[in-house]
């Protein structure tokens, strides 16, 4: 008998660390699901547009009329839920938006995709996860736990807060065999970079290089094989020791 094809579902996927991971895994033989507020690119090395869904996850109402659609892409075992797709608003001139001057509807906004969306995926596919006895991975950030030059405060209290939910899956999900983590990158080399990322990698980056998003792409593979079944409740820092 064959063995089941493995199942990821992967939201933010159409750039950066989101299009490295479809790749990544992907090639691995999984099969990936992905969903992003924009359509698939035609333009992908891969056959995804199938398992693609459509979906803005600043929506909560959205999100949650989705589930049921959701829940039949995936069938009877989801292996894999990455919560990747953030945002992080800036200036016009690419600066950082201070606590003290972002409005209500921004901070909600913020909140709404970086971690609500989170919540509402975990609670809609937990019986597909524990089916399987999954994994789940929510990307936080360097931000998280230090104040940075372009990050805005709305989102680094967003990845904050994806961390303490990290740790609540972890313990609620555990009995149930399914693992919990978190992975907090810092500069990767990716769109979202503002201007002065240069000066960041020199003064505070040991290895003196930016990421890849193949290289978090591949942290993630393992995070959701079989190499790591005893990890769960933890935040794996890809950072170049940019925390140190």
Not at 39 to 62: S, T
Not at 99 to 120: R, S
């Amino acid at each position: 008998m064959a063995e089941r094809q493995r199942v990821l579902l992967l939201t933010g996927a159409s750039r950066g660390i989101g299009h490295a991971t479809v790749k990544t895994f992907s090639d691995a033989g999984w099969r990936v699901l992905t969903i992003s507020r924009h359509p698939f690119d035609p333009r992908c090395p891969w056959d995804g547009a199938k398992n693609h869904v459509q979906l803005d996850l600043a929506d909560p109402a959205r999100v949650l009329a989705e589930m049921p659609r959701l829940r039949d892409i995936v069938g009877d075992g989801l292996d894999a839920l990455i919560n990747n797709a953030a945002i992080s608003p800036k200036r016009a001139d690419g600066g950082k938006i201070p606590a003290l001057e972002m409005a209500y509807g921004d901070w909600l906004h913020i909140f709404n995709v970086n971690f609500f969306a989170c919540v509402a995926l975990v609670q809609g596919l937990r019986t597909p996860l524990e089916t399987a006895r999954g994994t789940v991975v929510n990307m936080t950030s360097i931000v998280g736990s230090r104040v940075h030059p372009f990050a805005s405060a709305a989102y680094a209290a967003s990845k904050a807060a994806l961390w303490a939910l990290t740790r609540e899956l972890a313990a609620d999900l555990g009995r149930a065999g399914v693992r919990v983590n978190a992975v907090s990158p810092g500069e990767i080399d990716t769109g979202i970079l503002s201007p002065g990322t240069e000066t960041i990698v020199e003064r505070d980056i040991p290895l003196h290089r930016l990421g890849k998003p193949r290289d978090v792409a591949d942290l993630l593979l393992f995070l959701c094989s079989n190499s790591a079944t005893y990890i769960s409740g933890s935040e794996i820092h890809i950072d170049g020791g940019q925390r140190v």
